[in-house]
């Protein structure tokens, strides 16, 4: 049994743009449902650290967060396909978002 099946991450390109600026921060696991096998996902495109007034940025890539916070990276700058993200952002988040432009 050394074989397995091998899964691969279906990940929606929502960027506009080849060019953004990201940073590196703590992703939390504060509120994060386990999917069906158990794992504690963030998806890429989450507002982060929440869809308000104090949002700081939106994930580039998912992160697994189901072993404890680990390291994402934070896109601050960029122009950004909004529909493609996973939730739509709310109106205080765009203002405080204010190097994302939303297309």
């Not at 963030?42 to 189901?66: E, R």
């Not at 950004?80 to 204010?98: Q, W």
Request: no cysteine; proline share 6%.
């Amino acid at each position: 049994m050394y074989v397995s099946k091998v899964e691969t991450a279906k990940q929606i390109n929502f960027l506009a743009s080849a060019r953004y600026q990201s940073f590196t921060t703590q992703v939390e696991q504060t509120g994060v449902a386990a999917n069906a096998k158990g794992r504690k996902i963030v998806p890429a495109g989450t507002i982060y650290p929440k869809n308000d007034a104090t949002a700081k940025g939106i994930l580039l890539n998912d992160v697994d967060v189901t072993e404890g916070p680990q390291p994402g990276a934070l896109v601050v700058e960029a122009y950004i396909l909004e529909a493609r993200l996973p939730v739509a952002p709310d109106e205080a988040a765009k203002t405080a978002l204010t190097e994302i432009k939303f297309r």
